[in-house]
């Protein structure tokens, strides 16, 4: 009896870890990463089907936004900083300016997809020649949207408690934009789009942080320095010091699936309040088709639900 004790204690957290992997990383061929693909046209927070005049002005302004903060940060209008040498050919080295091309892409491929919607709502053009090439461009999307949410949280969190310095670095137009008003816009965009962030595509947000480690390690090897001539691109990631260098990599990827995690409990307490407050709150105004479609919305893009029959019924956004 005491040697049936001793071999199953260790196997109960071992079935433990395996459910909890299981859930974050699925196997594609038991659990395919599906998402309708109306869940891109649409707002969480919209009671019809119709894809809305007002959330494709809001998907154009953000996009407007995010590609006036690249210009103003490419070529440094409204920074009070004094340049160096190849000021300009080192943009792109930072951590930060990876994040915001990542904002302004998902920003507007975001702006073209809902475009493209209320033009199918609108019968202005033949859904089914569009399909194959649509699912590509919104797993893009999708790819880009995850990764540009995490990142915009971790640049703002990690540039204010341990880059900032104010000998060098002045709180200028382009130094909120970039490291402030960045994550409000998407702090606002997570409460307010319709489709999820999944849990298991964490692998694409840890895997950035992994090649920019690489890349911070190449860069250096190569004699590469910063806007400043140092050394080192981040003054806590200095590769002169290989030993602390790498232990901050690995606690900055794991800060990383921390933040992903973060957004993915957001996007879950979205999903909730929407189910509490919209859905049940129109309970006694709609019909029983109206309740089933809006619940549906709400919940298959977290379980495998019955399929709404919007734009295609078929049209669904496969992502490993």
């Not at 869940?39 to 005049?53: A, D, M």
């Not at 210009?71 to 990876?98: N, Q």
């Not at 934009?177 to 694409?204: E, F, Q």
Request: proline content about 3%; hydrophobic content about 50%.
């Amino acid at each position: 009896m005491l040697f049936f004790f001793l071999f199953l204690f260790p196997v109960f957290p071992r079935v433990m870890v395996t459910k909890i992997w299981s859930s974050c990383m699925p196997k594609p061929s038991s659990s395919p990463n599906r998402v309708e693909r109306h869940h891109f046209y649409l707002c969480q927070w919209q009671s019809s089907t119709q894809v809305g005049i007002c959330y494709l002005l809001y998907r154009l302004i953000v996009a407007i936004v995010f590609l006036a903060m690249l210009v103003c940060s490419v070529l440094d209008i409204g920074r009070s900083e004094p340049m160096f040498e190849h000021h300009y050919a080192k943009w792109w080295i930072y951590l930060t300016h990876w994040a915001l091309i990542a904002c302004t892409i998902q920003a507007w491929l975001a702006a073209i997809i809902v475009t493209k919607g209320l033009m199918i709502d609108r019968n202005e053009f033949e859904w089914n020649i569009h399909v194959a090439r649509e699912s590509r461009l919104h797993s893009v999307y999708w790819i880009a949207y995850t990764i540009a949410t995490v990142y915009s949280f971790i640049v703002t969190i990690v540039y204010w408690m341990f880059v900032y310095d104010p000998s060098k670095n002045r709180v200028d137009a382009v130094n909120l934009m970039v490291h402030v008003l960045n994550s409000i816009i998407m702090l606002i965009d997570l409460t307010i789009v319709g489709h999820p962030i999944k849990l298991n595509h964490a692998y694409w947000t840890t895997g950035i942080g992994v090649a920019y480690a690489l890349f911070s390690i190449v860069y250096y090897l190569a004699g590469g320095t910063d806007r400043h001539n140092d050394s080192s691109i981040y003054k806590m990631l200095d590769w002169t010091k290989p030993g602390k260098s790498i232990v901050i990599c690995a606690l900055g990827i794991f800060a990383v699936f921390l933040m992903h995690f973060l957004c993915y409990c957001l996007y879950c307490l979205r999903v909730w309040l929407y189910a509490r407050v919209c859905v049940q709150g129109n309970n006694s105004k709609s019909s029983s088709h109206e309740k089933i479609t809006s619940i549906t919305r709400t919940l298959s893009s977290m379980e495998e639900a019955q399929r709404e029959n919007f734009l295609n019924p078929t049209a669904v956004v496969d992502l490993k």
